[in-house]
C-alpha cells in the first residue's frame, strides 16, 4: 500500500493539489489554473495529470483522488451524484474508478451528492469532500457553509446531510460587476464595511434580490448613495440573502462553521454577527488534507 | 398652437415615435434601434431626430416632446428626477425645455420621478409618461404594472404615486441567458406552460432568487428536471418573484393593471391568476398616445 496520495481538488477554473501522507501531513501542494475549461476536453485530462505530477515530483506509483468538475459531465468522467442518505463519513467506500486505460487502477474520483426534499432538488461536486474533511475534524453536527460562486449551507446530523442550499451569490456579483445596468458603479471595493453593511440590513428584509439590486443603482442615480460603496452594498446583498435565508431555520445565537479563504470567511463572520449568529471558520486546506487522509484503503 | 406632436418614447435600446392630433389619433408612428446607446454620444442627438423626422414626414413647426434614457446623465440633455409628491397628472406642466441650440424652443424632455420611503430609493425613467397615459385614460388609482427589462410596480391614489417597486426581471433574465452556470440550459421556450408554472410555484415560497435559481440547473443536472423547460422555468422564478412580494401587501382577489406588449401581458396576467389577482391589460401603444395628448399646450 502506498504511503501516499495525491489529492486534486479540481474545479471549473482551479485546480489545486496535495500530496500527503498517511498522517494526514501535506508534503506538497500547488495549484494552477488548469481547470475543467482549460485543460479543454475529454481526453486531454491525462496529459493535465501526468504535468501536475512532474511539476510536484510525485512518483508514478501514488494513487490520485479527485474531487469536483473533473467527475461531471463536461469533466474527465462523469460520476454520478451519491443520494444524500449516504452518510458523509462513508464516502470513501463510494469512490468510482476511473476508467480511463493510461491511468486506470491508479486513480479515483469523490462523487458529488444529490439532495431531494420534496421537489427541491440540490447537488453538490467537490464540496463534499470538504464535507468529509470536516467530519474527520469533529465537526460532524451542526452548520457547514462553504462560501463561494455557487455557496453551499449544509446541515449535518452524525455527518448525514440534512439539507442542502445553494447560492449563486460569486456568480451573480461577477455577472452584475461584468456587464449591464450596475457594472459601472460596481468598480468600488467590495468590502467596504459600511457598504456592505447597508446591503445585509436591507437584504434581512426579505425583498427579491431583482428588486434590491435596482435599488443600489436608484441610490447612485438619484444621487442618494455613493457609487464606490455599490459593489459592497450588492455583496452585502448577495451574501445577506443567504443569512436571511438560513435565519429563517436557526435560532438566534446558533453556531455556523465557515469554510472558506480568510477574506471570504471573514465576510460571512460579519454577516453572522449582523444576523445574530455565531461563527466558527475553517481552514479549506486544511480541511481538503483532512479529507484525504480518509482515502488511504 | 400646433395642431400636431410629435412624441418620442427613447429608451436605451430603441426609440418609438407617435406623430399625434389634438385628440390623441395617431397620425403616424415609427420604432427603430436608434436608441440612446447606438445614437452614440451627446452631440449626435440633434441628428437621429433630425433623420426620425425626415422619416416620419413631421414637419419643421411640429413640437417635439421626448420621454425616457434621453434626459438621463448618458442623453441628449440630464433632466432632473421628479419629486413623486408630484402628481402624475401634473407632468405636462413639469418637461424640461431643451438648451440644444440648434433644437430648443420646439423640443422638450418629460423628466423622470424619484420615489423615497425611508431609505428605500427608487426611480423611473420613461414609465412616467405611461403613468400619465393610464390617468387620462381614467387609472388614477390602484397597481400599475410595467414589465420589462426593469418591471415597474405603481400603486397610484387619485394619480399620486404611493409606491414604486422596480425588478430587475428582464435584464437578469438577459444576463442568465447569456453566459454563466445556466444559459446551455435556457435556449428551450421561456413560454412553455408547465415549465413556467413550476417557477410561479417556486416563487411563491419567497426564497432568494441566488437559491432557487441554482435549484433550475440542479434539477437538470441531477436529470430530475428536463433542460427544455429551464427558461421558462426562469422566467416564472423571476416574474414571480414580482408577485410574490406585491402578495404581501395585496389583499386576495385585488385587481393590477398591466400596461405590456401582448406576449408580456399574457405571461403576467398566468402570474397573476397564480397568485389569486385579477388582472386588466392595457396597449402601451395607445396608452403613450393618451399620454401625448395631455402635452398640447
Not at 5 to 16: H, M, P, Y
Not at 47 to 57: E, F, S, V, Y
Not at 135 to 156: C, E, F, M, Q, Y
Request: hydrophobic share 45%; net charge negative; glycine share 10%.
Amino acid at each position: 500500500m502506498s504511503q501516499q496520495i495525491l489529492a486534486v481538488d479540481w474545479g471549473t477554473s482551479n485546480r489545486r493539489a496535495y500530496l500527503i501522507d498517511q498522517q494526514g501531513n501535506c508534503l506538497a501542494e500547488h495549484e494552477d489554473g488548469l481547470g475543467m475549461l482549460a485543460v479543454g476536453g475529454r481526453e486531454r485530462f491525462g496529459a493535465a495529470l501526468a504535468l501536475l505530477c512532474q511539476t510536484m515530483g510525485v512518483a508514478d506509483h501514488v494513487p490520485v483522488v479527485m474531487s469536483g468538475m473533473v467527475g461531471s459531465a463536461s469533466g474527465w468522467q462523469e460520476v454520478d451524484y451519491l443520494d444524500s442518505a449516504v452518510p458523509v463519513q462513508h464516502l470513501p467506500a463510494h469512490l468510482a474508478a476511473l476508467n480511463d486505460p493510461a491511468w486506470a487502477g491508479r486513480c479515483h474520483i469523490v462523487p458529488g451528492y444529490r439532495y431531494r426534499s420534496g421537489a427541491t432538488i440540490d447537488v453538490m461536486r467537490g464540496e463534499e469532500t470538504q464535507l468529509l474533511g470536516a467530519v474527520a475534524l469533529g465537526h460532524r453536527d451542526g452548520w457547514l457553509v462553504l462560501p463561494g460562486t455557487h455557496s453551499k449551507w449544509v446541515l449535518l446530523r452524525d455527518g448525514l446531510i440534512q439539507t442542502l442550499s445553494t447560492y449563486m451569490t460569486g456568480e451573480l456579483f461577477a455577472m452584475l460587476s461584468a456587464g449591464g445596468t450596475l457594472s459601472a458603479m460596481m468598480q468600488g471595493d467590495a468590502a467596504d464595511a459600511e457598504g456592505y453593511a447597508l446591503g445585509l440590513t436591507q437584504a434581512a428584509r426579505g425583498e427579491p434580490l431583482s428588486n434590491t439590486l435596482f435599488r443600489v443603482r436608484a441610490g447612485v442615480v438619484a444621487k442618494s448613495a455613493p457609487a464606490q460603496q455599490a459593489a459592497a452594498v450588492v455583496s452585502g446583498l448577495l451574501i445577506g440573502a443567504e443569512f436571511a435565508a438560513a435565519a429563517r431555520t436557526l435560532a438566534p445565537g446558533a453556531a455556523i462553521t465557515v469554510i472558506g479563504s480568510p477574506a471570504l470567511a471573514q465576510r460571512y463572520a460579519r454577516a453572522a454577527d449582523h444576523f445574530d449568529l455565531s461563527c466558527n471558520v475553517l481552514d479549506p486546506h486544511r480541511v481538503y488534507c483532512a479529507a484525504a487522509r480518509q482515502f488511504f484503503a
